[in-house]
């Protein structure tokens, strides 16, 4: 690999994160800031340099999805099959099967589906009940809490179940003894029982150790505590270890996941390089005011993100009479944005939840406008591809036998993309451990089906905020932003609407070129109509007027802000509020804070080191070129104004 090549195309903080040689390094990767391109290249530029061989290298993702998507491109870098790149339980079940074979132990059992046993242990057949209980558990099993702690340890995190916690916990007690009488280990079992073997053997913690000595891990805002104290088995005592993140992207805590690890990641490694990503590639710059603007309305603050994309349309707000108007409108937006270099498949349509795409489905199809919904996979969930894991049930073969025949047998086309991808997961399922067997690919497919879907043909997706993440399109439409979905109407705590509003800003960052906002003035809930209101998240959107200004408005920005001159000295604090009242008048007509127009940072440094032009202007960390082209002129005015100049 040429080292040249690896560096080629980066940015200077993309080159800097790919290229130092400190280590523990962590990297700040705002949305559409090239994330999982920085983290390949620092994998490939590691073993270009021959810091590091590949067959020791651990890649740790969160999804079967981006464990694919880092396989890909490290395999375009020259990096095919030789490093192991997984999410934690494929990785973690890979170790099992490693400990079991070694002390001559059945191969372990995973359990693939929750629900039978929570029936067996709580008598109970319904079936939301069951998934809410299930999905306790899990959260329990993620903070690493016990039955015997979940009814305190819930209480204290507000945990809101139509079921009383005492009940939970007896169903937990129930689950758990069920499952250990019958040999079984679930999904979160592999983690904590991957971590325990090595905390509790020294010899296989050493030989674990030895495989793999580079760790990487990407999204580690979506970390939680048991898959923490996993990664720190597989660490030991070294400090080779590489993560990427981005706090305002952590939405996932009611599930588990603690994004403390990426934010206080100085207490857990003391010595960690910490190095911001400040570009966004994906989204125009009216796109990425809208998303900020969001964050600002719940008082969250975010790092400066400065746009690369030429300016675009603003997102616009509609509100419709009710949900099926709002679909309508949808269908009639994406059929006339359609078009040769607009297919379906560059639209989706976002909702917060699930039950929310019944309108938009249905008038999807009566328009005849192709779509998937994005929430059922391709491989698992085809009729064919059943009959080949129930076959492989009790084939005690090696995967690599599988993978053979996978690639002899003879189909039809479309068979043959969802073949390919089972020999794709067959591998990588392999590379976690050798001597994997057939049977076990099968159960584990199974339970790491990727429920979140791959599209395969030209059509519109439709999905959850929470299933698009990772994702981006041409044009996005987020429908249902109403109070009661966005926030949703169970987000009561401070900081559970603090992740309602990073929800929001992760769904509208989806987008790369155009943004529409749908809302309802009233919508059918239990069979009756409802008034709904719009988001309170969105009430500081810039949807009415562009941020450049008419020449009108310029004139009146300047005036405020050369009347502020004249009335004050001319010092540093007559030039901030001159600044300051500029900056008031462009956020006011572009409706959006003041800070996303101009940090606070940035001002101090105008006043302190007064440029006087734009090219000096854009080499302002935290300005840069696009907001210099945008509003420079009118700026540079400002400053000039204080030196006295016409």
Request: hydrophobic share 40%; aromatic share 4%.
């Amino acid at each position: 690999m040429d080292l040249s090549a690896l560096e080629a195309g980066l940015d200077a903080e993309q080159l800097r994160a790919v290229t130092t040689t400190a280590s523990p390094v962590a990297v700040l990767a705002p949305a559409g800031s090239g994330k999982t391109r920085v983290l390949s290249r620092r994998v490939a530029h590691r073993i270009a340099r021959e810091e590091i061989e590949p067959q020791h290298v651990l890649a740790v993702t969160f999804t079967r999805r981006a464990a694919s998507e880092l396989s890909v491109r490290l395999e375009r870098l020259g990096l095919r099959n030789q490093l192991v790149a997984g999410t934690f339980h494929a990785l973690a079940l890979g170790q099992i099967r490693d400990h079991h074979r070694d002390h001559r132990l059945a191969a372990p059992k995973v359990l693939d589906r929750k629900r039978g046993i929570l029936e067996t242990a709580t008598g109970r057949t319904d079936a939301r009940q069951l998934a809410e209980i299930a999905t306790e558990i899990e959260w329990a099993k993620a903070r690493q809490i016990t039955p015997d702690e979940y009814v305190d340890r819930a209480a204290a995190a507000r945990r809101r179940t139509r079921s009383r916690r005492p009940d939970v916990a007896d169903a937990y007690q129930g689950y758990e003894a069920i499952k250990a009488d019958r040999g079984l280990l679930d999904f979160d079992d592999l983690l904590l029982t991957a971590a325990r073997l090595i905390e509790n053997d020294p010899a296989f913690a050493r030989a674990q150790r030895w495989r793999f000595r580079h760790l990487f891990v990407d999204e580690f805002q979506d970390i939680n505590p048991l898959q923490f104290r996993l990664l720190e088995a597989w660490r030991g005592d070294r400090y080779d270890l590489f993560v990427v993140g981005d706090p305002q992207q952590a939405i996932y805590t009611w599930n588990g996941a603690d994004p403390s690890f990426l934010l206080d990641i100085g207490t857990h490694y003391p010595p960690v390089q910490v190095i911001r990503l400040a570009t966004n590639y994906r989204s125009t710059p009216q796109i990425l005011d809208g998303a900020t603007s969001v964050l600002a309305t719940a008082g969250l603050t975010s790092d400066d993100v400065v746009p690369s994309q030429a300016d675009g349309a603003l997102p616009r707000l509609s509100v419709h009479a009710d949900e099926t108007e709002e679909a309508r409108a949808i269908a009639r937006l994406v059929r006339r944005e359609q078009g040769p270099n607009m297919g379906w498949s560059s639209h989706a349509v976002l909702v917060r939840t699930n039950a929310q795409l019944a309108p938009i489905r249905e008038a999807f199809r009566l328009a005849r406008i192709p779509h998937e919904v994005r929430g059922a996979d391709p491989v698992v969930d085809h009729p064919a591809i059943r009959k080949i894991l129930a076959e492989l049930d009790q084939d005690q073969r090696p995967v690599s036998a599988v993978i053979d025949d996978l690639q002899s047998m003879d189909v039809e086309a479309d068979l043959r993309v969802r073949l390919d991808e089972l020999e794709s997961r067959a591998l990588a399922f392999s590379r976690s451990g050798p001597g994997a067997t057939a049977a076990e690919l099968a159960a584990f497919i199974r339970t790491t089906a990727d429920r979140r879907g791959e599209s395969r043909r030209d059509a519109v997706t439709l999905a959850t905020f929470h299933a698009a993440k990772g994702l981006e399109w041409p044009a996005v439409h987020l429908a249902g932003l109403e109070a009661g979905f966005v926030p949703i109407g169970h987000a009561r705590t401070r900081e559970a609407r603090a992740e309602e509003a990073r929800l929001l800003y992760v769904a509208m960052t989806r987008a790369e070129r155009v943004l529409h906002l749908h809302a309802a003035s009233s919508r059918t809930v239990g069979g009756r109509s409802v008034e709904r209101e719009v988001s309170p998240l969105l009430r500081h959107l810039p949807t009415i007027t562009p941020l450049r200004a008419d020449a009108d408005e310029q004139r009146s920005a300047l005036g405020s802000a050369r009347s502020a001159l004249a009335t004050t000295q001319h010092d540093d604090q007559s030039l901030t509020t001159a600044i300051m009242a500029w900056r008031e008048v462009v956020a006011r007509r572009a409706r959006i804070p003041a800070s996303s127009v101009l940090p606070d940072r940035v001002l101090r440094e105008l006043v302190a080191h007064p440029p006087n032009n734009l090219e000096s202007l854009s080499r302002i960390e935290g300005l840069g070129p696009i907001k210099a082209a945008r509003f420079g002129d009118e700026l540079l005015d400002v400053l000039t104004g204080r030196r006295g100049s016409p």
